[in-house]
């Protein structure tokens, strides 16, 4: 099955390749030199995805089949994970997502991307649940994988998406905004989420008790939240957003 999940994707670019190059024959003008552009490209895409590389951890369509084909763990870790964040992009919390799928990657795994990535969803899973010891259990760890040399093995583009959620964490459910500031300037670039940063500022702002600055960052980035489509990572975020926004001054104390 999984091997088939994977194939999936090079084997439709190819279907489309034969359809379409079958037929540009028998069509004229303009039509016959769409269906041949189209099939060019779908067959080398096909192609192109069935070549087995990988590099900082990822894997082509091709390498994750070699590695299923030779029965390596790292495929399948691959696959659980793609799974996981599908559920995430389908609009289900982090709270539905399957914790022990998650915390058996990152026991298990020798590949430290899927590790570090394993940690940082199950932290997430936690955080969604009404257990607040186990969910900073859950950040401690990821930190602690971070230190121990999981930052540096992880792509440098996708980084930030590693501190930015541990900031979040520290400052809105521990309260601890000075280690809060530190996650949120180790990395000031790669991809990130639109509302992420300003979330993660409004909520060290709110654990030193500025409350107008924390509300005023709050409906900034709800507002940029509000233009990307749903998940359930951004529903999780826009109820934690709006928490520090119907906040009082006197809800925060001392």
Request: net charge neutral; aromatic share 8%.
């Amino acid at each position: 099955q999984a091997i088939w999940t994977v194939a999936g994707g090079p084997l439709s670019s190819v279907s489309v390749a034969l359809v379409t190059l079958t037929m540009y024959p028998y069509l004229s003008g303009l039509e016959s030199v769409f269906l041949f552009q189209v099939g060019f490209m779908s067959l080398a895409i096909g192609v192109a995805t069935l070549i087995p590389l990988q590099t900082g951890g990822f894997a082509s369509d091709g390498g994750q089949l070699w590695q299923l084909l030779r029965s390596d763990a790292r495929a399948l870790q691959r696959l659980q994970l793609a799974a996981i964040i599908g559920r995430n992009f389908s609009g289900h919390r982090p709270r539905q997502w399957d914790l022990e799928d998650l915390q058996k990657i990152a026991r298990e795994s020798k590949l430290a991307v899927l590790k570090t990535s394993a940690l940082l969803l199950a932290a997430q899973v936690i955080d969604d649940r009404p257990d607040r010891q186990a969910a900073l259990r859950g950040f401690e760890f990821l930190a602690k994988d971070l230190h121990d040399g999981g930052l540096a093995a992880y792509p440098r583009a996708f980084r930030v998406g590693l501190t930015l959620p541990i900031a979040i964490y520290l400052a809105q459910q521990s309260r601890d905004a000075d280690a809060a500031q530190r996650w949120m300037e180790v990395y000031t670039d790669g991809i990130e989420e639109p509302h992420e940063r300003l979330h993660a500022r409004a909520a060290i702002c709110m654990a030193r008790g500025d409350v107008a600055a924390a509300r005023a960052l709050a409906f900034e980035a709800l507002e940029k939240l509000s233009k990307s489509p749903p998940t359930g990572l951004r529903a999780l975020a826009s109820e934690r957003l709006h928490a520090i926004a119907s906040l009082e001054m006197s809800t925060i104390s001392t």
